[in-house]
C-alpha cells in the first residue's frame, strides 16, 4: 500500500470518526469538574445529564433527569466538627496534584477538540471527492445516534 492509499485510508477514517470524537471530548471535559451532576447548589441542564449518560453508559434516557437527593440537599453533619476537619485538610492537599491532573485532561479535551475539528474541516475542504468525506461524517454522525435510539 502507497502513502496515498495510505493518506486517503487516514482520510476516511478521520471522517466517519470525528463527530465521535468531537462529542467525547466535548463531553468529557465536562465531566472532569462533575458539571454533569448535581452537587450542592448546581443543577446541571437535564441535557448535559443526557449527554453525560451516553458518554459513561451508552444510554440516551429521556425524561430521566433527576435533582439532587435528600442526602444532597442536607448532607449530614458530623457529631463533632472537629473530628472532620483533619480529614478535610488531607483531602484538600491530595486535591491539588488532582485539580493540577484535572486542568491537563481539559488542556488535551480542548486541544483534542480543535484538532478534531480542524481534521474534519480539512477532510471537508481539502478533497476533491467531496461527496464521499460527506458521506463518512453524515454516517459517522448518524450511526451513533441511530444505535443509541434503538
Given amino acids: 500500500m502507497g502513502a496515498a492509499a495510505l493518506r486517503r485510508w487516514h482520510s476516511y477514517i ?36 443526557k449527554l453525560s449518560t451516553v458518554h459513561k453508559d451508552q444510554k440516551f434516557a429521556l425524561g430521566d433527569h433527576h435533582g439532587p437527593s435528600p442526602e ?16 478535610q485538610e488531607d483531602d484538600d492537599a491530595a486535591n491539588v496534584p488532582t485539580l493540577l491532573l484535572k486542568i491537563v485532561f481539559l488542556v488535551v479535551a480542548v486541544g483534542l477538540t480543535i484538532s478534531a475539528a480542524l481534521g474534519l474541516w480539512i477532510g471537508l475542504t481539502q478533497t476533491r471527492k467531496k461527496a464521499p ?3 463518512l461524517v453524515i454516517a459517522g454522525t448518524l450511526t451513533p445516534i441511530v444505535l443509541l435510539v434503538f
Wanted: zero cysteines; aromatic letters at 12%.
Fill in 14 to 49: 478521520g471522517l466517519f470518526i470525528a463527530p465521535s470524537v468531537l462529542f467525547f471530548s466535548l463531553t468529557g471535559a465536562l465531566q472532569l469538574f462533575g458539571l454533569h451532576e448535581a452537587h450542592g447548589t448546581y443543577q446541571p441542564s437535564a441535557f448535559i445529564e
Fill in 72 to 87: 444532597e440537599k442536607a448532607p449530614a453533619q458530623p457529631a463533632d466538627p472537629a473530628a472532620k476537619r483533619p480529614a
Fill in 133 to 135: 468525506a460527506w458521506i
